[in-house]
């Protein structure tokens, strides 16, 4: 559909008098409150970028195509089903018209207390207009959801017998007339109404399928609920050749005939869909348990999360694995990480996204780029568990990246890599909300059965499935799309039956055949997996921390109340679930105890500068409820490599046990340090250096020296051929403690946190369309609108000396154009002028002036309800409004 034909469906020449039905959209928005206003902009924000001028460009606007396909992948179910209706029933449809194709003639109550809600919807979206007696589909929503051809319905209906009789020649319009038992008429037209009225008439209708062949049934049984082509030979079978020469089934190509639509919807009893859903799925309990229970586990979940990142972050400390040359991780380094995690690949993938989304994580953007920790980990280190926890939860909710994607291919067959391209999905936030949502409308404490949630998704987004593909597009009908309504040569058959398919689900279209699995399905299994990784759910239910986390109450929420929220700042709702969450956290100890095994036990989690002394003087060994440290030689040396001494170890373990030092600690920590620094390493290429001859003697001796090819430069210098790092390594692998030292002699000293990248920001969400409005940009919206539309539309006295025509700028002289504004300054009354402006952008205004001088006149601008200053040489002409000012 044209521009041209959207602006005929939305322009208005002039106002509708009192009590008038609309004859446009831009009169129904017209006639419709601000409040009505602000609703369809806040279910449609696609039509606030930018704000429109007025009501008919705004209902130009919502007829495009692109804004009406998003309105209808938003609409639930039965709301769609409804739209399906009306596509199919006569424009413009009375209610009871379009109540009788969602109930059939045995009527059904639930779907008559359902359809108002439906209808309002479709009016509140700009869908629908017009009252009960006269409703109206947008034309662009009738040509997407109407059959054809090209599109089937998924309703399953063909065209009518008007549309599927177009281009049938006079005279075969009577054959079929006649032999369908009517009397000739004089015209094509009036024929191809005789059959239709035949077919909407029960009593005449059941009367001919009296007479009609067993087998003739049958293959209207199976075109019935679709779909309605069937494929015929040049010679069908005799109960074809019956129904097609009675018009029950009319030829839209020479193989291929259809049932119509007047006929189909008689032998479905009126029922446009074969299953109507007016209700929403209920959401089932699977396990019930103690809310109390519930939040313990998610705590202790969420407390295992905030360990499992910062020892993900920790471990790449000194610089993590390389970026790939396209971006993101390599599938070998992703099995290192979740083997160091000791979690699977894919959770791997999961901490590895957050910790990048929260911005903690990033590249070096080095030369030989590296991932590392950005100094925005270290601030998250400093907060308290309970925030950084929530931090963590806030992001993973708005995030759009989708672990879940890793190690699948793109559309052009490329691997999908974690921390690389290619993993946003724009849906991924509004799923996950809607899911966590759904969780809140159990009773506390209640885990949800998946499938239940998963079959209400449905419902709420049956547009959304198929990996977005829904709608119905350019091409032509699928393979395998028609039926047979025919047999050919050999063939046994003699009815029509779908080439081994069904019909699809009502309020649905069936995905392409090979295409992608239901990506929001998808993505709400993946968000219930991560959901209870991350301790937003405990044992499958809702936290209490969670509920606040979405701004729900903490109670059973009504399914409407947790579907949409409560308005709240994000800062807020964080810091909320924050405080709830503290509680159940386990608090930080200051002390560990110590074992003769050279172990230490951590009872629970330790306090910052402990964890982070005790990370180094010693190796994690196991994790749990308690974490166990083992000190090693090596563990021991790194801690003296990072500037401390013997007596400074004995201290810090005398300060933090809540048993005595043990004796092996206490000689391992000495025996140790005895020997740190004896042998000094510097670069030459790089040397060794001793005050102990015979211990370099050794050493040289040694043959495990050989790869360091070492000589003597003096007694107490050795010289090797590798880097200091190199030689450091082979001399502590021969069981040596060499210290590394600088140009000047003095002992380098190595922090284990002292890799950090640049400052970061961490990625941004990709949107799924406009943002939701606020309420102070909707007033404004709302207020901006209505004061165009009243410019727009207001009615106006045109000046004698005016060429323009209607709706042009108007056009005075200079002199008139003073006098004018000069008395509605005295009388303050309002004016309607042309304007242009620096630019050269023409437009119509509603003004009030109040002071003319200078050559510029200042006065309260309707359109922009705002005081402005016009110079008066950019006016290009004025109007006095028609015995009215506007409101």
């Known amino acids: 559909m044209g521009i041209g034909e959207l602006d005929r469906e939305a322009h208005v020449p002039e106002a509708t008098g009192n009590g008038a039905a609309p004859r446009t959209l831009a009169e129904a928005l017209r006639s419709g409150g ?28 919502a007829g495009t195509r692109a804004s009406v396909v998003r309105a209808l992948e938003r609409l639930d179910r039965f709301v769609l089903q409804t739209a399906e209706a009306l ?41 629908v207009w017009g009252d009960d007696e006269r409703l109206r589909l947008v034309r662009t929503a009738r040509e997407l959801l109407a059959p054809s051809p090209q599109h089937p319905s998924p309703t399953g209906l063909g065209p009518t017998v008007a549309e599927a009789t177009a281009g049938m020649s006079p005279g075969r319009l009577q054959e079929i007339i006649a032999a369908a038992g009517l009397p000739a008429t004089h015209d094509p037209v009036s024929a191809v109404t005789a059959l239709a009225e035949l077919f909407t008439d029960p009593a005449r209708m059941a009367a001919l399928l009296d007479t009609a062949p067993p087998e003739a049934l049958k293959v209207l049984d199976r075109l019935v609920w679709g779909p309605p082509y069937g494929e015929v030979t040049a010679d069908p079978a005799p109960p074809v050749r019956w129904l097609r020469d009675r018009g029950l089934l009319l030829p839209t190509s020479p193989r291929t005939l259809v049932l119509p639509r007047e006929a189909a919807l008689h032998l479905r009893g009126g029922r446009a869909h074969r299953a109507p859903e007016p209700t929403a799925p209920v959401v089932g309990v699977e396990r019930e348990y103690r809310p109390q229970v519930v939040d313990n586990a998610a705590a202790g979940q969420a407390y295992t999360a905030l360990a499992t990142v910062e020892e993900l972050l920790k471990s790449w400390d000194q610089g993590g694995p390389t970026v790939l040359r396209a971006g993101g991780l390599s599938v070998r380094d992703l099995r290192r990480t979740a083997a160091a995690l000791d979690v699977p690949e894919q959770t791997a993938a999961f901490w590895l996204e957050l910790a990048y989304g929260a911005g903690l994580l990033a590249s070096d953007g080095e030369a030989d780029e590296r991932y590392a920790p950005t100094p925005a980990y270290d601030d998250w280190l400093d907060l308290p ?35 690389g391209p290619g993993l946003d999905r724009a849906p991924a936030p509004e799923v996950r909300r809607r899911v966590l949502a759904l969780l809140a409308t159990l009773p506390p404490g209640s885990a949800a059965d998946r499938e239940s949630v998963l079959a209400r998704l ?36 003699d009815g029509a039956a779908p080439a081994g398919s069904r019909p699809p689900a009502p309020g649905t279209a069936p995905a392409p055949s090979g295409g992608p699995a239901d990506l929001r399905e998808q993505l709400a299994r993946w968000t219930l997996d991560e959901a209870e990784l991350l301790g937003i759910t405990g044992r499958g239910a809702l936290a209490s921390p969670a509920r606040a986390l979405l701004n729900l109450p903490l109670a059973e929420a009504a399914p409407d109340d947790a579907l949409q929220g409560h308005d709240c700042e994000p800062a807020v709702a964080a810091s909320r679930a924050a405080t709830l969450l503290a509680p159940s956290l386990p608090e930080a100890v200051d002390h560990v105890l110590l074992q003769a095994d050279l172990t230490a036990v951590a009872p629970g989690p330790l306090r910052r500068p402990l964890a982070d002394m005790l990370s180094v003087l010693a190796d994690v060994e196991s994790k ?127 922090r284990a946190d002292a890799y ?49 025509g209607a709706g042009s700028l108007p056009r005075t002289s200079a002199a008139e154009t003073l006098a004018t504004v000069q008395a509605a300054a005295l009388t303050g009354s309002a004016v309607w002028i042309g304007y242009v402006n620096a630019e050269g952008a023409a437009s119509q205004r509603v003004i009030a002036p109040v002071r003319v001088e200078g050559g510029f006149v200042t006065g309260y601008d309707h359109t922009a309800d705002e005081v402005r200053t016009y110079p008066l040489h950019r006016i290009t002409g004025v109007a006095e409004l028609a015995d009215e000012e506007p409101a």
């Open 624 to 750: 749990g409820g308690a974490t166990v440290y083992r000190f090693t030689p090596a563990s021991v040396r790194r801690a003296l490599d990072a500037g401390r001494t013997a007596s400074d170890l004995h201290e810090f373990l005398a300060a933090h046990a809540r048993t005595p030092v043990p004796q092996p600690l206490a000689y391992l920590i000495d025996d140790v340090a005895r020997r740190h620094g004896h042998l000094r390493v510097g670069a030459a290429s790089s040397y060794v250096r001793c005050d102990d001859e015979t211990l370099l003697g050794e050493i040289v001796a040694d043959r495990r020296s050989a790869a360091l090819r070492l000589r003597r430069l003096a007694p107490t210098v050795l010289a090797a051929q590798t880097d200091p790092a190199s030689l450091l390594d082979g001399l502590r692998a021969m069981g040596y403690a060499p210290a590394a030292e600088s140009a000047e002699g003095d002992v380098l000293i190595t």
């Open 458 to 493: 449905r419902w709420d987004r049956p547009l959304r499935g198929a990996g977005g593909a829904a709608l119905p597009g350019p091409a032509g009908p699928a393979a395998g799309a028609r039926g047979t309504a025919g047999p050919g040569p050999g063939s046994a058959d």
């Open 34 to 61: 601000d409040e009505a206003l602000g609703a369809l902009l806040r279910a449609r924000p696609d039509l606030l970028a930018p704000v429109p001028n007025d009501l008919t460009q705004l209902a130009t606007r």
């Open 385 to 419: 568990p309970a925030e950084r926890w929530a931090r963590l939860a806030a992001v993973w909710l708005a995030a759009t990246r989708t672990p879940g994607l890793v190690g699948g291919q793109d559309a052009k067959g490329r691997a999908l890599s974690v921390l």
């Open 87 to 127: 596509a199919v029933a006569p424009d413009p449809a009375p209610y009871p018209v379009l109540l009788g194709l969602l109930t059939g003639a045995h009527g059904d109550a639930e779907i008559e207390a359902a359809l108002p809600r439906a209808v309002a919807v479709l009016r509140e979206q700009a869908l």
């Open 756 to 804: 950090r990248t640049p400052p970061r920001t961490a990625p941004a969400p990709v949107p799924d369309g406009p943002p939701a409005p606020d309420a102070t940009l909707l007033g404004a919206a709302v207020k901006a609108i209505r004061a165009g539309d009243r410019a727009a539309t207001v009615v106006r006295r045109e000046p004698a000396a005016t060429s323009a």
